[in-house]
């Protein structure tokens, strides 16, 4: 069974840093590309960031480019989100996901969601 | 890269058929055939209900049904049951290594 667990998410003031976790395990891990995506309580869902499974390729949205940084340790079957330089309009509901179909190259659809940790930048 | 235009909200009585549109560019749903569709339900993480504009992932009832036409894409819901109350969500790859969500419709089973 195909299982994602986020964790990291908390309150944090804003300019001020935090690194998201999302722990995966029940897939071949390598296979598969990984996005973040957000969503504020209420509001609707929006793509943060995606890591390819095969390659170094890492995407942003033009939201969080220059802020926030993915990544991925294939070891410990974990993908990271590194945000800085936090906003109030970053606080959202963060979800890691995976991508539906192996291999791919780019952001497409999100077969398996975890069940998101919230991040609240205030001060 | 905007967000997609999807109605607030959409209802239908059980047994009936509720269809939600998408609209986007040429620069996304237009020139991709990656249109997605996502359920919702409160306090849940979304589910995916359609992918590549018509696909449906195993475990997905066949009452759900997606379709393509320009730069529109629409998720078409048949014999509406109480648990298909939920929000829905489209998506499409955007070019430029970008995905675009539409800004969600609640359907409502009357």
């Known amino acids: 069974e195909v299982q994602l667990l986020e964790s990291g998410g908390g309150l944090v003031q804003p300019g001020g840093s935090l690194r998201l976790s999302c722990a995966a395990s029940?897939?071949?891990?390598?296979?598969?590309?990984m996005s973040w995506v957000r969503q504020v309580p209420g509001k609707g869902l929006e793509w943060v960031s995606y890591?390819?499974?095969?390659?170094?390729?890492?995407y942003y949205a033009d939201s969080v480019q220059g802020r926030f940084t993915i990544s991925r340790d294939s070891a410990k079957k974990t993908v990271y989100l590194q945000m800085n330089s936090l906003r109030d309009e970053d606080t959202a509901m963060y979800y890691c996901?995976?991508?539906?179909?192996?291999?791919?190259?780019?952001?497409?659809?999100?077969?398996?969601w975890g069940h998101g940790t919230l991040v609240t930048v205030s001060s | 890269q905007s967000a997609l235009t999807q109605p607030p909200s959409a209802s239908g009585s059980p047994g009936q058929s509720v269809t939600i549109s998408c609209t986007g560019t040429?620069?996304?749903?237009?020139?991709?055939?990656?249109v997605s569709w996502y359920q919702q339900h409160p306090g849940k993480a979304p589910k995916l209900m359609i992918y590549?504009?018509?696909k449906r992932p195993s475990g997905v009832p066949g009452r759900f049904s997606g379709s393509k036409s320009g730069n529109s894409a629409s998720l078409t819901v048949s014999g509406l049951q109480a648990e298909d109350e939920a929000d829905y969500y489209c998506?499409?790859?955007?070019?430029?290594?970008?995905?675009?969500f539409g800004g969600g419709t609640k359907v409502t089973v009357l």
């Open positions: 040429s620069n996304d749903i237009g020139n991709y055939n990656y």
């Open positions: 996901a995976r991508e539906a179909v192996q291999f791919g190259e780019f952001p497409i659809s999100l077969d398996h």
């Open positions: 029940g897939f071949t891990f390598s296979n598969y590309a």
């Open positions: 998506s499409s790859y955007a070019g430029i290594n970008h995905l675009v």
């Open positions: 590549d504009v018509t």
């Open positions: 890591t390819s499974g095969i390659s170094t390729a890492e």
